[in-house]
T-cell receptor, first 110, second 121 residues
Framework: QAVLTQPPSASGTPGQRVTISCSGS????????IYWYQQVPGRAPKLLIY???QRPSGVPERFSGSKSGTPASLVISGLRSEDEADYYC???????????FGGGTKVTVL | QVRLVQSGAEVKKSGASVKVSCQAS????????MHWVRQAPGQGLEWMGR????????NYAQRFQGRVTIITDTSMTTAYMDLNTLRSDDTAVYYC??????????????WGQGTLITVSS
């Protein structure tokens, strides 16, 4: 059972907006930065968002992150077929003294 | 550019141990934590632990305490993850990951290609 909670699936048609939530507790999400990773099946994960809302160089602007208390959210604006993948949130947990991941959300482009 | 190259797939018997290597290049190896993350078939990502190559300090996820050891060889810029007393549910792809002078000093920005460890009875 993952420490951070995400919906198992989300979907949308091309061009639509999809939101993925990530909830946790005071020992992780509430007081820590949240990171988001994208994983295409068979490939290593890719960093999508760091420190709640920052995008690494090369990540399209249609990916955005936010965090106001809990839950944190990843928004894909203008969904594209290549966005079909699994998405994971992650952060440091003070109680566990370690990094924790969400269970992952599978995004399907209809 | 930053590269993490892992050792190849292995098949192990239950009760055995496995050691996976991760050779890093393209950044100051001692400046950033090296993490190990695993993914069982069809499952999510699970953090196993990390090491500071600078001083060898480690943190392990509670569920792996006592079974996992992470070390580095700074002369070879290589990290190793050793998992003992293997069980069938340790069958997974094991990844090393690091921030490696990327966008954020804590993010897992660079990942190895993954190493499939299959545990058979």
């Amino acid at each position: 059972q993952a420490v951070l909670t995400q919906p198992p699936s989300a979907s949308g048609t091309p061009g639509q907006r999809v939101t993925i939530s990530c909830s946790g507790s005071s020992s992780n999400i509430r007081n820590k930065f949240i990171y988001w990773y994208q994983q295409v099946p068979g490939r290593a994960p890719k960093l999508l968002i760091y420190r709640n809302y920052q995008r690494p160089s090369g990540v399209p602007e249609r990916f955005s992150g936010s965090k106001s208390g809990t839950p944190a959210s990843l928004v894909i604006s203008g969904l594209r077929s290549e966005d079909e993948a699994d998405y994971y949130c992650a952060g440091w947990d003070d109680s566990l003294s370690g990094w924790v991941f969400g269970g992952g959300t599978k995004v399907t482009v209809l | 550019q930053v590269r993490l190259v892992q050792s190849g797939a292995e098949v192990k018997k239950s009760g055995a141990s496995v050691k996976v290597s991760c050779q890093a290049s393209g950044y100051d190896f001692t400046a950033y934590y090296m993490h190990w993350v695993r993914q069982a078939p069809g499952q999510g990502l699970e953090w196993m632990g990390r090491i500071s190559p600078h001083n060898g300090a480690t943190n392990y996820a509670q569920r792996f305490q006592g079974r996992v050891t992470i070390i580095t060889d700074t002369s070879m810029t290589t990290a190793y993850m050793d998992l003992n007393t293997l069980r069938s549910d340790d069958t997974a792809v094991y990844y090393c990951a690091t921030a490696g002078a990327g966008a954020d000093y804590e993010a897992f920005e660079y990942w190895g290609q993954g190493t499939l460890i299959t545990v058979s009875s």
